[in-house]
């Protein structure tokens, strides 16, 4: 894996529990701010251990047609086990 650094990764992606369902609009606004700044960074995938932020970064993602996938790290970690057999 190779990090690649993304300005304002640490900010939120507008998921917020139940901001989705409360502030929709300023939800969807967030989200676009992140997703642009995924775009400039073209990672092939975005991880984040929230689960909130896996459904609203993939929903994102799949709507501005960005081909980078959202994942759990623990998948990241399966990923890497598989791929040094230490499993199937």
Known sequence: ????PVPGAAECCGSAG????????MSRAV????????REAAPQVVATGNPGCLMQLGAGLA???IR???RHPVELLDDAYRAAGRYE
């Open 68 to 70: 980078a996938r959202a």
């Open 63 to 65: 709507a501005a047609g």
């Open 31 to 38: 989200l676009a701010t992140k997703i642009e700044r995924l």
């Open 18 to 25: 139940l901001f989705t369902l409360l502030e929709p609009e």
């Open 1 to 4: 894996l190779e990090l690649v």
